[in-house]
């Protein structure tokens, strides 16, 4: 019975077998193909008559159900004769064909017939389809030949492009630059976060998208409300830091210079004291002096300048002085330079704020009250004091030679220091700016300005450092409006709490540690990049100082001379200080200087003194240098943040740990072994695993990742525990350009001539040691693991 109700008439054997052969005859028919020959084709037609022999002899096969007889005669009713075959396989879901197909160990060797009434689609849609093949095997063809004669043009890589790069940097301009320091100096004498919410909206208004305030609540040392005195017992003088006598008018005098003259966290109170005049305050000047005079709370007439300020406290606070007076021999300065008269301002604090050391000023958090940072009363006061202290005479200068400052008098002078500060919270603020990165946004660029936070003692440098950040940052967002990124994320930060011991930075880097820790790949300072007018110094970390070379070029753009700088790493000061020496962050900066007097000029910078709102624009009055470094800063910020593989130099830094231990007097012979060991590890690294930073084919993102990943952490290893007050932790940093050895190992040699004893360098050499080889099996561990991923893949 089927579908419709009607009766199918049964068969009998010879009719069956009479439609098998009419069956096979039409497939003979119809499936023949010039594509198969005869042979395969009788090989083909006597599978099928056996498998179909065997159906038709199955008992029951007079029952088979025609299920989709009817079916079909209603859906082409439009043809006038349909012509069924007395046999079709069942389209029932339940048919017998089909269930055996389902069936895994079922093959079949049958192909189903399509009713007459449909063979003239079959063939159109054959027809259509052989047409469609030709076309798309000509298409690859033509397109294959054509992709090989034609290559295609690159990929988007418009971040990596040197010409977006000149783009960008167009547009810093020097009267730009002006225009932005002359706003600021505009900006009323206030605290520190009002001047912090001013820049906030300065640089919205640029374009930043996501700009923020980080505040914290900090200890302060600020100065009493009268300036400190410093009396000569003998005749009973008193003068001021500045060297004018404290009986004089003070109206006639700067009242800020007078009370912003002195050493933030100082230690407070009077001592009356014998003065001595230790020079430099060098491992040779104590043992001199010790040999012949008993300095147990006594003041120490102390030149800066040499080595770090608070090294050489913490030399003169462990030989037991009570005092300090600091001053700056004019003969360390500059010609062009007017400030014997002047006195100047220190802070003594090495980072972060006091009351909260190695952990960030949040609400809530402890606070430890009542510790001083150092136990010296310290005073800075100016040449002309100084001079009348030592009783020298006026001419310094002879025959164009410049007289260093030095007592010669047999005479005892004692003097009486009188220093007053006051210590309480204040609120600095830091303003941080992101411009998110399209293809690695956890990856940050910081670059780092301070804005002014002792209402405007120390001149208008911070509004130099602030306006050409905010400069760089304009020019970025004018191309970001026209649909450009960097891969990584820039940061840009403004911090407060710069002059009394980078506080702000400290702070937020404590703050976010973790983050950063993980997320920093290079910081980029602007700490006063416009201090003289002479030359181009670049500092940076080893592995960025190819880049900081290269960059250079800009400068020489239109100038048929152009003499680039040399890049040395050196210790620096300002807010790179967390990020170099405490997560191990590659740094550089670029400033213009004037060219140092004599060797005992490095960390003048240390002496913060009161610079009027005109020294800076006569200084640069056409801001041409502030545009160098705008576009220096801008130009190594675009590269590290655009550039697929990190434009960082591991064998740079094999050598220069090399040539660090080259003028070592000790034994360093274990040292040199495992340097070597380092320089072969590192020569390797860098000539098989850089080579996707110069073969794009080689730029898979598993492996560009991994090797990033690598070169952001290569100066890490290179942190030692502990270094002396003032020396960087980080000791790929050397103190300055006159020494070529690690500081912690020369500091140590100098530490064991005053207590004659080889304990301290010892522990310095094995420190030393640690880091190189962290750094050795840090670089094999990276070879190790791109040797393991590419066998894996092969």
Not at 336 to 342: G, I, N
Request: proline letters at 5%; charged letters at 20%; hydrophobic letters at 35%.
């Amino acid at each position: 019975m089927g579908e419709n109700g009607s009766s199918v008439p049964s068969l009998s054997q010879q009719d069956k077998k009479m439609a098998y052969h009419k069956v096979n005859a039409d497939q003979r028919a119809q499936g023949h193909s010039p594509y198969l020959d005869n042979d395969e084709l009788q090989a083909t037609a006597l599978e099928l008559e056996w498998d179909m022999e065997k159906e038709l002899e199955e008992p029951g096969f007079d029952h088979f159900r025609l299920d989709g007889a009817v079916p079909h005669h209603l859906r082409n009713s439009q043809s006038p004769d349909l012509d069924l075959e007395p046999i079709q396989p069942a389209s029932s879901p339940k048919g017998r064909f089909q269930r055996l197909q389902e069936d895994p160990d079922y093959v079949s060797h049958y192909t189903r017939q399509a009713p007459k009434s449909n063979r003239c689609s079959f063939y159109q849609i054959l027809k259509v389809f052989c047409t469609a093949l030709i076309i798309f095997i000509f298409g690859t063809l033509v397109g294959y030949y054509a992709r090989k004669k034609c290559p295609s043009p690159p990929t988007s890589q418009e971040p990596n492009n040197p010409h977006i790069y000149h783009e960008i940097l167009q547009e810093i301009k020097a009267e730009n630059i002006r225009q932005i320091y002359r706003d600021l100096l505009q900006f009323p004498r206030e605290d520190d976060v009002d001047i912090a919410t001013k820049i906030q909206v300065q640089w919205t208004s640029q374009g930043l998208e996501d700009v923020r305030l980080a505040n914290y609540s900090v200890l302060l040392d600020l100065p009493g409300s009268s300036s400190n005195t410093v009396t000569l017992k003998n005749s009973g003088e008193c003068f001021h830091p500045s060297g004018q006598p404290c009986n004089r008018e003070t109206k006639t005098l700067h009242s800020q210079d007078l009370l912003y003259s002195y050493a933030a966290y100082s230690a407070k109170g009077t001592l009356e004291a014998e003065l001595v005049d230790v020079q430099y305050g060098t491992m040779e000047d104590l043992i001199r002096i010790q040999a012949i005079t008993n300095v147990t709370k006594k003041i120490a007439l102390l030149k800066l300048g040499q080595s770090p300020l608070l090294y050489k406290l913490s030399l003169l606070e462990d030989v037991g002085f009570g005092g300090v007076l600091l001053y700056v021999d004019p003969c360390d300065l500059p010609k062009t330079s007017d400030l014997a008269d002047k006195a100047f301002m220190v802070s003594l604090n090495s980072g972060g704020d006091p009351s909260t050391p190695g952990y960030a000023s949040i609400d809530g958090i402890y606070r430890q009250n009542g510790l001083n940072l150092t136990t010296l009363l310290v005073q800075p006061i100016s040449a002309v004091l100084a001079k009348k202290l030592l009783s020298l005479p006026e001419g310094t200068v002879q025959k164009d030679r410049c007289i260093p400052f030095q007592n010669t008098a047999t005479d005892k002078k004692i003097i009486s220091l009188n220093i007053q500060s006051v210590t309480t919270y204040k609120t600095i603020s830091n303003v941080i700016g992101y411009l998110k990165g399209s293809v690695l946004p956890d990856r940050y660029v910081i670059i780092g300005s301070h804005h002014n936070d002792l209402n405007a003692y120390g001149g208008q440098e911070w509004a130099s450092s602030t306006a050409v950040i905010s400069a760089v940052i304009q020019a970025l967002m004018l191309k970001v409006k026209r649909g450009w990124r960097p891969d990584r994320t820039i940061v840009f930060c403004s911090w407060g709490g710069t002059l009394f011991g980078n506080i702000g930075s400290y702070e937020w880097a404590e703050d976010l540690r973790r983050v950063l820790q993980r997320n920093v790949v290079a910081y980029i300072s602007l700490h006063n990049p416009v201090r003289g007018n002479s030359t181009l110094h670049p500092v940076a970390s080893p592995s960025l100082q190819q880049l900081a070379t290269e960059s250079q070029s800009l400068n020489c753009v239109g100038k048929t001379r152009c003499p680039r700088s040399n890049v040395s790493s050196v210790q620096i000061q300002g807010d790179a200080d967390y990020f170099i020496n405490h997560l191990g962050v590659p740094a550089m900066q670029f400033s213009y200087e004037d060219i140092k007097t004599s060797e005992n000029s490095g960390f003048l910078s240390e002496a913060l003194f009161p610079v009027h709102a005109t020294k800076t624009e006569e200084m640069d009055p056409s801001f041409h240098l502030h545009e160098a470094i705008a576009k220096l800063t801008g130009q190594v910020a675009l590269q590290i943040a655009s550039e697929p593989v990190l434009p960082f130099n591991a064998l740079d830094i094999a050598l220069e740990v090399q040539n660090n231990l080259k003028g070592d007097e000790g034994d360093v012979s274990r040292l040199l072994a495992v340097a070597a060991c380092l320089r072969d590890t590192a020569e390797l690294f860098q000539s098989d695993e850089m080579r996707p930073a110069n073969d794009p084919k080689e730029q898979a993102p598993i492996r560009v990742r991994m090797l990033n990943d690598v070169l952001q952490g290569l100066e890490k290893s290179f942190l030692v525990r502990r270094a002396p007050p003032g020396l960087y932790r980080n000791i790929l940093y050397r103190l300055d350009e006159r020494t070529s050895q690690f500081s912690v190992l020369l500091e140590a040699q100098e530490h064991s001539k005053l207590h004659q004893s080889n304990e301290t360098l010892q522990a310095a050499l094995s420190e030393v040691l640690n880091s190189i080889n962290s750094a050795q099996v840090y670089f094999k561990a990276g070879l190790d693991v791109f040797e393991t991923t590419l066998a894996g893949k092969k």
